[in-house]
């Protein structure tokens, strides 16, 4: 199919790309789907009715999914043109503007890109211990906000994260790519609580809007609920837009297990340390002790356990995957529509080695919640770990813009970037990843100076920055002569290293007791024991498998042993690659195979075999 132009832009069907100039934008199937519709009925309104039987069929989710679709077609514009060419018609569908007959008519535009950064709230208590009570309070507003379609929220990462001192509001928005901002600030005495929240504009620091709550600690989510209403009220007034009623808070009622939740939360948001996560683990299971309904309370705790051994060493590490599984299990029991438990959900299925429905899990979740980055993440990364890194793109361009200043997005997007063959930008990804304190980074950036023939300067980085490697990455790499072996096994391909190295990481599969990280899979592929990797991802998956998998389509030798081995076939198949891939397409150089077409018996033949290999 020839390309279409819609305003500045170049539609390309075939390719699955928007563009404009030299930036391009990928797009899934049905959202192309959706945008191909309304350009055959161009200027004309297509009754939502129309665009549900036609793309989704009897698909229960589809209402959901086209609200989606509308909503990426149209940040996907917004980006390239600064021009939103489809407008919604009340009651009715959609309609795609008609397209200037004349190069120099006047072209509708859209405002600038509309952003919204929620800042921690400062705490003004008496004893100034309620802090955690105030980013509480914050981050519950900013994940209301995210329910608002028009409007891109910054992530609570880099909201969080972003250095106010002595900053002025237009410094704070550069920093966060943020048009606007929300600040506010909370105190409380006996039972009493006061919350002040403003709305400004980031260019002047010009206030838009202020208010003052005053009531009891009980009174805590209907302010939430009214400062997020009010805010996303002002929004609409002031950009132009149909008012948005976002949803409730669904957390509960209960002020102790509300406070326990907080802090539990917070701990895990922080991720590395010993102690860490099994704090904030503590305080999870309190809140649910308190409140055993309480459902973000047990989608918390299932995350905390799940990805607890890849931070914090561990004997119990299988305990606590089962402990995550029980707890999602119950969250999603007390709320099918839980957007973090459904994500948890996901990333057990792909530790399971079911990638084609962990895939599906993911879109189910951003479906349910698309303008939030845990859910675009998860999407995107679910993309990857199939190999369509190109499908995935667009998730990790607007997950970094929304939230800018977020370490291992970074790293994922350097990934990303390897497998398109971007090898500067991928290395600039990784060290700006470090840079924001995720340690494992850096092993992202040696390897990129090795690649290029600089593989000395790779081991001095390392050392130079051993400091600034995780808690956990720390203790593993302790001693200098293990040190010197690994830098060298990785970065130098000494023969007598890398035989070191692969022996010592063979005696881990083996052991049933080591825990299982992404590291040491990893490893494997790096040191170009393709087997290995294979039967490491299978026999003992780790908490980022989905990372792990989606490193062998990059175009390094070592990548292409995996692909290239003989029970490579076997490995897509145990983990359902092929039905993902019969479902979204299938990766650039994969050729298409039909497994159903062998006997039961060769198919589980060839698993036997990359298991015992």
């Keep these: 199919m020839e390309p279409i132009l819609i305003g500045r832009c170049r539609v390309d069907p075939a390719r699955h790309l928007i563009a404009c100039g030299d930036e391009k934008i990928s797009v899934e199937p049905k959202v192309l789907a959706v945008l191909l519709c309304l350009c055959r009925h161009q200027g004309q309104v297509v009754e939502r009715i129309t665009l549900l039987d036609e793309i989704w069929n009897d698909d229960e989710a589809a209402d959901d999914s086209l609200t989606r679709a509308i909503s990426l077609l149209r940040k996907a514009f917004a980006r390239l043109d600064d021009v939103t060419p489809i407008e919604t018609i009340p009651k009715r569908g959609y309609r795609l503007k008609p397209t200037p007959s004349k190069p120099n008519d006047s072209v509708p535009t859209s405002t600038q890109h509309h952003s919204i950064a929620v800042l921690p709230f400062v705490d003004l208590s008496p004893e100034n211990d309620q802090g955690y009570f105030a980013d509480g309070m914050a981050e519950e507003v900013l994940n209301a906000l995210t329910h608002m379609p028009e409007v891109t929220v910054v992530g609570r990462t880099s909201s969080f994260a972003v250095d106010t001192t002595g900053k002025s509001s237009k410094q704070i928005g550069n920093a966060l790519n943020a048009r606007y901002l929300l600040e506010g600030s909370l105190r409380t005495a006996d039972r009493r609580v006061r919350i002040t929240a403003r709305l400004i504009q980031a260019s002047d620091g010009h206030q838009l809007w202020s208010e003052t709550f005053d009531g009891e600690i009980g009174d805590i989510f209907d302010f939430q609920d009214r400062i997020a209403q009010s805010i996303a009220s002002e929004l609409a007034c002031t950009l132009?837009?149909?008012?948005?009623?976002?949803?409730?808070?669904?957390?509960?009622?209960?002020?102790?297990?509300?406070?326990?939740?907080?802090?539990?939360?917070?701990?895990?948001?922080?991720?590395?340390?010993?102690?860490?996560?099994?704090?904030?683990?503590?305080?999870?299971?309190?809140?649910?002790?308190?409140?055993?309904?309480?459902?973000?309370?047990?989608?918390?705790?299932?995350?905390?356990?799940?990805?607890?051994?890849?931070?914090?060493?561990?004997?119990?590490?299988?305990?606590?995957?089962?402990?995550?599984?029980?707890?999602?299990?119950?969250?999603?029991?007390?709320?099918?529509?839980?957007?973090?438990a459904?994500?948890?959900?996901?990333?057990?299925?792909?530790?399971?080695?079911?990638?084609?429905?962990?895939?599906?899990?993911?879109?189910?979740?951003?479906?349910?919640?698309?303008?939030?980055?845990?859910?675009?993440?998860?999407?995107?990364?679910?993309?990857?770990?199939?190999?369509?890194?190109?499908?995935?793109?667009?998730?990790?361009?607007?997950?970094?813009?929304?939230?800018?200043?977020?370490?291992?997005?970074?790293?994922?997007?350097?990934?990303?970037?390897?497998?398109?063959?971007?090898?500067?930008?991928?290395?600039?990804?990784?060290?700006?990843?470090?840079?924001?304190?995720?340690?494992?980074?850096?092993?992202?950036?040696?390897?990129?100076?090795?690649?290029?023939?600089?593989?000395?300067?790779?081991?001095?980085?390392?050392?130079?920055?051993?400091?600034?490697?995780?808690?956990?990455?720390?203790?593993?790499?302790?001693?200098?002569?293990?040190?010197?072996?690994?830098?060298?096994?990785?970065?130098?391909?000494?023969?007598?290293?890398?035989?070191?190295?692969?022996?010592?990481?063979?005696?881990?599969?083996?052991?049933?007791?080591?825990?299982?990280?992404?590291?040491?899979?990893?490893?494997?592929?790096?040191?170009?024991?393709?087997?290995?990797?294979?039967?490491?991802?299978?026999?003992?998956?780790?908490?980022?498998?989905?990372?792990?998998?989606?490193?062998?389509?990059?175009?390094?030798?070592?990548?292409?042993?995996?692909?290239?081995?003989?029970?490579?076939?076997a490995f897509a198949e145990r983990l359902g690659l092929p039905r993902a891939w019969r479902k979204y397409g299938w990766p650039n150089g994969t050729t298409p195979w039909h497994p159903e077409a062998e006997s039961a018996e060769a198919v589980i033949s060839r698993q036997d075999d990359l298991i015992n290999a």
């Excluded at 010197?484 to 970065?491: G, Q």
């Excluded at 010592?504 to 052991?511: F, G, H």
């Excluded at 990372?547 to 389509?553: C, E, K, L, N, P």
Aim: proline share 5%; glycine share 6%.
């Design 240 to 340: 132009g837009f149909a008012k948005t009623t976002l949803p409730p808070a669904r957390l509960t009622g209960n002020p102790e297990a509300y406070a326990l939740f907080l802090q539990g939360r917070e701990l895990v948001h922080q991720l590395n340390g010993q102690t860490t996560i099994p704090s904030g683990i503590n305080l999870l299971e309190h809140a649910i002790a308190v409140d055993p309904a309480f459902t973000d309370a047990h989608a918390w705790l299932a995350l905390a356990h799940f990805i607890l051994p890849e931070f914090t060493r561990t004997r119990d590490w299988e305990r606590h995957f089962a402990l995550s599984e029980h707890a999602v299990s119950r969250a999603l029991a007390l709320d099918p529509k839980s957007s973090m």
């Design 342 to 569: 459904l994500l948890v959900k996901a990333l057990h299925t792909a530790y399971r080695g079911e990638l084609d429905a962990s895939l599906a899990i993911y879109e189910q979740a951003v479906t349910l919640d698309p303008n939030n980055v845990e859910t675009m993440a998860g999407m995107g990364l679910g993309l990857m770990s199939i190999g369509l890194h190109e499908q995935a793109r667009p998730y990790w361009e607007r997950i970094i813009e929304q939230d800018p200043l977020c370490g291992i997005w970074h790293t994922t997007l350097g990934g990303l970037l390897l497998t398109a063959g971007e090898f500067a930008q991928a290395e600039e990804a990784f060290r700006r990843s470090f840079e924001l304190g995720f340690g494992a980074a850096a092993f992202g950036v040696s390897h990129r100076m090795a690649e290029r023939g600089a593989a000395n300067a790779a081991m001095e980085f390392m050392e130079a920055n051993f400091d600034g490697l995780a808690p956990i990455e720390q203790a593993e790499l302790r001693s200098p002569l293990v040190r010197n072996f690994v830098y060298k096994a990785y970065l130098k391909k000494a023969p007598l290293a890398k035989l070191i190295v692969r022996s010592a990481l063979k005696s881990r599969l083996n052991n049933r007791k080591a825990q299982p990280t992404a590291a040491s899979v990893v490893g494997f592929l790096f040191l170009g024991d393709a087997a290995s990797y294979m039967r490491n991802i299978l026999e003992k998956p780790n908490p980022y498998v989905g990372y792990s998998i989606a490193r062998i389509w990059e175009p390094t030798a070592e990548s292409k042993a995996v692909r290239a081995h003989p029970q490579f076939r």
